[in-house]
C-alpha cells in the first residue's frame, strides 16, 4: 500500500444542496427526531458520512435505537451515545472522521460513561486500530450488524469492548421502518439493495459493504406506500447498482443461478413498475446505475412511466477503454456511448450525470483526453468528479502502481471540472423558455419569498411563493437561469 494519500474532495458541478449523491452540504450532520417519546432518557448523537446509502442506514440505526427508548440531540457534548456512521471511498473522507472522534475525546473526559460508537464503512477496515491502538471508541458495527447495536451497548456499559463487523448474505433491513430523519417531508430515500458484486479494481467497497443482495419487493413498495400516505411525493430506490436488483426470494445474487429461478424472479425494471404504480402523484428516482447493466428494458420502463423522471445517472469513471479494462469496469467506451445513444433516442432530453475518476493507476495524457472527447460527446448535465485514491485490499492497491503524479492528477482533474461546467450552463440554458413540471421540495436557498424543486430531469428551478407549498407540483415557465438553475414563475 503507498502512502501517498491525496486529498479528494468531490467536485459537485451542482450548485444546489439537495445534492442527491454525496451531498457535501450534509456530511457530518446530526439526526434529530422530532416528538421521539421520553423513553430511558438516554440521548443518542448520531452524525452520518459519506454517500446517500449510508444517511438512508443512519435512518435504520435511529429506527432500532428509538425503538430501545433513546431520545437524539444535536449537541454531542450532552449525549450518552455517540456514533458516526462512516465512509472508506475516499482517503479524505476517512481523515475528517478520525478528526472528529479526537473531538468526542473530550465527552469522555468529562463523562466517563458515555460510548462512542464507529458504524459503517470504516468499521471493518479500522476495527482493531480504533478500538486498542488509539482508544477512541468503544463499539465498532459493520453496515450488516446493526440489529446487534442494543447488545453491543450493553456489552460496552459493562465496560467491555463490543463489535461486530460481520458481513451478512442476508441482511436488508427489509422488515424495519426507518425513521425519516433531517428529511424535507418530501423526498425519501429506500434502500433495494446492498453490498456489491463487482468489484472495481479502485473500490473498496465490496470489501467494506459485503456481497451483493436484493431486498424483497413486498417490503420496498410498502416502504414506499408508507412515505406517500405520510406526505412523501418522491421516492429515490438506492443501491450499489440498482439496475442488477434481483429478487428470487432471498439470499445472494450470485446464488441465483437456474433459468427457472431467473424467469420467477423480479428484476429492476419489473420493480420500477410496481414501484410506479402506487400513486401517479409518487415520483420515483434511483441511484446508481451501472453502464455494464442498463438495459434498454429499463430505459424503456423510465420512459412508458410518466411518474419516474427521466434522469439516469451513469458513472463513467474514464473515456478510454484500456483504462476502464484496468479499472473492471465490465465494459468499453464504445459500450457506454451506446448506452448513451440508447438513452437519447428512448428519452430525448433524459437528464444525465456521472462519476469521473481521473488520474487512475498507469493513465496517459491521450488517455485523459479520451475521457474529455467522451464529455463533449454525452455532455452532461452534471457530474461528480475525483481524484484517484489508492484504497487499502483493492485489486488496483495489489497489482497497479498509483503512478500518476498529484500535480498532474490536479490539473486533470481542473480540466474536466472546467468542461463539465460548460457543459452544465449548456444544458441549463436548453431548459430556459419552457414549462416545466415542478415537485416543490421547500424554500429556495437565498430566500424564505422563493420555492425550490426540481423537474424530471432532477434541474433544480426556483420561482416566487405565491400560494404553493412544499409537497405540491407545480407549472413553472421558466425564463432564465443561473449557471445550475434555472428561474421562471408557476403557470
Ligand atoms: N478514488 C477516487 N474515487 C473513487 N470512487 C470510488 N472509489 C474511488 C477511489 N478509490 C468514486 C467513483 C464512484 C464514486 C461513488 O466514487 O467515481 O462512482
Ligand atoms: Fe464500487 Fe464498482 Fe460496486 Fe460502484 S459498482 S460500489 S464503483 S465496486
Known amino acids: 500500500m503507498s502512502l501517498n494519500y491525496v486529498n479528494l474532495r468531490p467536485y459537485l458541478l451542482q450548485t444546489n444542496v439537495e445534492n442527491k449523491i454525496i451531498d457535501e452540504s450534509k456530511q457530518g450532520e446530526a439526526l434529530l427526531v422530532k416528538n421521539a417519546s421520553p423513553g430511558s432518557g438516554k440521548k443518542l448523537f448520531l452524525e452520518s458520512y459519506g454517500c446517500q446509502m449510508n444517511f438512508s442506514d443512519s435512518e435504520i440505526v435511529a429506527s432500532i435505537l428509538i425503538d430501545k427508548g433513546y431520545t437524539t440531540t444535536q449537541n454531542f457534548e450532552e449525549a450518552d451515545l455517540i456514533l458516526v456512521n462512516t465512509c472508506a471511498i475516499r482517503e479524505n473522507a476517512e481523515l475528517r472522521v478520525r478528526n472528529r472522534l479526537n473531538d468526542f475525546k473530550r465527552v469522555k473526559l468529562r463523562n466517563p460513561k458515555a460510548l462512542v460508537g464507529v458504524l459503517g464503512c470504516m468499521a471493518e477496515r479500522l476495527k482493531s486500530q480504533l478500538l486498542e491502538e488509539e482508544k477512541l471508541v468503544d463499539i465498532v458495527v459493520g453496515p450488516d450488524s446493526y440489529r446487534d447495536l442494543p447488545n453491543l451497548i450493553e456489552e460496552a456499559e459493562d465496560g467491555r469492548k463490543a463489535i461486530n463487523v460481520i458481513l451478512s448474505k442476508e441482511e436488508t433491513y427489509a422488515d424495519l421502518t426507518p425513521v425519516r430523519l433531517g428529511s424535507n417531508g418530501v423526498t ?193 448535465d452534471f457530474g461528480y468528479m475525483f481524484m484517484y485514491s489508492e484504497r487499502p485490499k483493492t485489486l488496483a492497491e495489489r497489482k497497479y502502481k498509483d503512478d500518476v503524479p498529484e500535480n498532474i492528477k490536479k490539473r486533470r482533474l481542473q480540466e474536466i471540472v472546467d468542461l463539465q461546467r460548460i457543459h452544465s450552463g449548456i444544458r441549463t440554458k436548453e431548459g430556459v423558455g419552457k414549462t416545466h413540471r415542478v415537485l416543490i421540495e421547500g424554500f429556495s436557498k437565498k430566500s424564505q419569498d422563493m420555492l425550490m424543486g426540481r423537474n424530471s430531469e432532477n434541474s433544480v428551478v426556483v420561482f416566487p411563493k405565491g400560494n404553493h407549498k412544499k409537497g405540491e407540483y407545480v407549472n413553472v415557465f421558466t425564463d432564465r437561469c443561473t449557471s445550475s438553475t434555472l428561474i421562471g414563475e408557476a403557470v
Not at 443482495?213 to 412515505?227: G, L, T, V
Not at 418522491?234 to 439496475?243: I, K
Request: net charge negative.
Open 188 to 380: 425519501a430515500f429506500i434502500s433495494i439493495t446492498r453490498g456489491c458484486d463487482n468489484m472495481c479494481s479502485f473500490c473498496v467497497v465490496p470489501f467494506t459493504r459485503g456481497r451483493e443482495r436484493s431486498r424483497d419487493p413486498k417490503s420496498i413498495i410498502k416502504e414506499a406506500k408508507d412515505a406517500f400516505d405520510t406526505g412523501f411525493r418522491e421516492v429515490t430506490l438506492l443501491g450499489q447498482n440498482v439496475d442488477s436488483y434481483i429478487w428470487s426470494g432471498g439470499g445472494l445474487k450470485k446464488d441465483i443461478l437456474t433459468p427457472e429461478q431467473k424467469a420467477e424472479s423480479v428484476n429492476f425494471p419489473k420493480l420500477l413498475e410496481m414501484v410506479a404504480q402506487i400513486n401517479p402523484d409518487l415520483r420515483i428516482r434511483f441511484s446508481t446505475s451501472h453502464p455494464k447493466d442498463l438495459t434498454d428494458e429499463v430505459i424503456h420502463t423510465i420512459a412508458a412511466h410518466e411518474n419516474i423522471c427521466n434522469y439516469i445517472h451513469l458513472p463513467v469513471q474514464s473515456g478510454n477503454s484500456r483504462i476502464l479494462e484496468m479499472m473492471n469496469r465490465g465494459y468499453s467506451r464504445e459500450w457506454y456511448l451506446e448506452r448513451i445513444a440508447s438513452i437519447k433516442r428512448i428519452i430525448p432530453g433524459c437528464g444525465i450525470s456521472m462519476d469521473i475518476i481521473t488520474g487512475f493507476c498507469s493513465e496517459t495524457e491521450e488517455e485523459h483526453k479520451d475521457t474529455l472527447s467522451l464529455m463533449e460527446a454525452v455532455q452532461y
